[in-house]
């Protein structure tokens, strides 16, 4: 049985425990405590949590069987290590974005008496993870690997952010600028090797799958698959019905180095190159209105189509191929995929 949102959630409380129970050892004081507190809750829960609960799916499909009470809550915990790093990435980003609202709610730094607090809680929440790391994992042969591999996946997913700001920085709109090779950079680095890379990860070095060959496998699949994702995640941004989306797209307005905004680049006319040029990256409705339309005269919603048939096909070959000799479980690939096929949020 898949987890569920609220087995997931069980577990962070004791979680936090943990991580006051650090605090009170340096003798914080009790104010810096509860606004600790605050900001690990605040941040950290909230969100589809779809990186997480796929480190407990995927461990359980490696093991090849239910996991005990013990399992569960390790695997639950290396999860909820992704969710921190992913808080802390949120946190810093909409700071750097200057974003209002974040699941719902104001982004943390505009909270009430927040401000550029904001900053040193992102750093916290960061290490949070490594405190809990040594608490719970310190005593495995593997320690040193997981060490690495959050230092690695956080350092890739910030040389991402660095590209993406560089190349569309809000207030300066550059199209010369855009390429599908920057796009490419970026969605890889950004995206595809902490969303969907990591929670295999995580689950092979938890339940000693991870050799040199299965890690090679999940990269070659993984980061292909996070790449489908991050486009998907652009085609839906200007496509999808926002009431099902559940957020109005901003990547016209924000001059985001969509997926969308390079494929209208490579086909456009001289006449339409200059609509966008005119019109992209503008703080106003009319403006975004005018790129939609010409988005909707490129057909690229045909042409999304078409890539998302052809991406599909090559990751179902790819799966198909998969050496299981060493332990690896094709499922784990298959589940990844299932979930966002035709995902319409």
């Given at each position: 049985?898949?987890?569920s949102?609220?087995?997931?959630?069980?577990?962070?409380?004791?979680?936090?425990?943990?991580?006051?129970?650090?605090?009170?050892?340096?003798?914080?004081?009790?104010?810096?405590?509860?606004?600790?507190?605050?900001?690990?809750?605040?941040?950290?829960?909230?969100?589809?949590?779809?990186?997480?609960?796929?480190?407990?799916?995927?461990?359980?499909i490696?093991?090849?069987?239910?996991?005990?009470?013990?399992?569960?809550?390790?695997?639950?915990?290396?999860?909820?290590?992704?969710?921190?790093?992913?808080?802390?990435?949120?946190?810093?980003?909409?700071?750097?974005?200057?974003?209002?609202?974040?699941?719902?709610?104001?982004?943390?730094?505009?909270?009430?008496?927040?401000g550029?607090?904001?900053?040193?809680?992102?750093?916290?929440?960061?290490?949070?993870?490594?405190?809990?790391?040594?608490?719970?994992?310190?005593q495995?042969?593997?320690?040193?690997?997981?060490?690495?591999?959050?230092?690695?996946?956080?350092?890739?997913?910030?040389?991402?952010?660095?590209?993406?700001?560089?190349?569309?920085?809000?207030?300066?709109?550059?199209?010369?600028?855009?390429?599908?090779?920057?796009?490419?950079?970026?969605?890889?680095?950004?995206?595809?090797?902490?969303?969907?890379?990591?929670?295999?990860?995580?689950?092979?070095?938890?339940?000693?799958?991870?050799?040199?060959?299965?890690?090679?496998?999940?990269?070659?699949?993984l980061?292909?698959?996070?790449?489908?994702?991050?486009?998907?995640?652009?085609?839906?941004?200007?496509?999808?019905?926002?009431?099902?989306?559940?957020?109005?797209?901003?990547?016209?307005?924000?001059?985001k180095?969509?997926?969308?905004?390079?494929?209208?680049?490579?086909?456009?006319?001289?006449?339409?190159?200059?609509?966008?040029?005119?019109?992209?990256?503008?703080?106003?409705?009319?403006?975004?209105?005018?790129?939609?339309?010409?988005?909707?005269?490129?057909?690229?919603?045909?042409?999304?189509?078409?890539?998302?048939?052809?991406?599909?096909?090559?990751?179902?070959?790819?799966?198909?191929?998969?050496?299981?000799?060493?332990?690896?479980?094709?499922?784990?690939y298959?589940?990844?995929?299932?979930?966002?096929?035709?995902?319409?949020?």
């Amino acid at each position: 049985m898949p987890v569920s949102r609220q087995q997931f959630e069980a577990v962070f409380p004791r979680l936090v425990d943990d991580i006051k129970e650090h605090c009170v050892k340096y003798k914080l004081p009790e104010q810096a405590l509860q606004w600790f507190e605050k900001s690990l809750n605040y941040n950290t829960l909230g969100g589809k949590y779809n990186r997480g609960i796929s480190v407990i799916d995927s461990t359980r499909i490696l093991l090849g069987r239910d996991l005990s009470e013990d399992d569960f809550f390790k695997a639950a915990t290396l999860g909820w290590m992704i969710e921190l790093l992913q808080a802390f990435f949120l946190v810093s980003d909409d700071i750097m974005d200057s974003s209002k609202t974040r699941r719902g709610q104001p982004c943390w730094y505009l909270a009430p008496n927040v401000g550029m607090v904001a900053i040193n809680d992102a750093f916290m929440l960061e290490t949070s993870i490594y405190m809990l790391l040594r608490k719970y994992f310190r005593q495995e042969k593997y320690y040193v690997d997981l060490l690495e591999l959050f230092h690695d996946v956080s350092f890739q997913t910030e040389l991402g952010q660095l590209c993406d700001l560089l190349t569309a920085p809000e207030d300066h709109v550059d199209l010369d600028n855009f390429s599908m090779e920057k796009y490419t950079f970026i969605v890889i680095y950004k995206t595809a090797y902490y969303s969907f890379y990591l929670p295999v990860a995580l689950a092979m070095y938890f339940s000693g799958h991870a050799t040199p060959k299965n890690l090679q496998q999940a990269e070659d699949i993984l980061i292909p698959m996070g790449e489908y994702f991050q486009v998907q995640d652009d085609y839906l941004d200007n496509f999808a019905d926002s009431s099902v989306l559940g957020k109005i797209g901003t990547d016209i307005q924000d001059n985001k180095c969509s997926w969308l905004v390079n494929q209208a680049l490579k086909k456009c006319s001289k006449e339409q190159r200059q609509v966008l040029e005119e019109n992209y990256g503008r703080k106003d409705r009319k403006c975004e209105a005018r790129v939609k339309t010409l988005f909707a005269e490129l057909e690229l919603e045909k042409v999304y189509k078409e890539y998302e048939e052809r991406r599909v096909t090559e990751l179902r070959e790819k799966i198909s191929q998969i050496d299981e000799s060493d332990g690896m479980r094709k499922e784990v690939y298959e589940e990844f995929l299932r979930k966002i096929y035709k995902r319409s949020k």
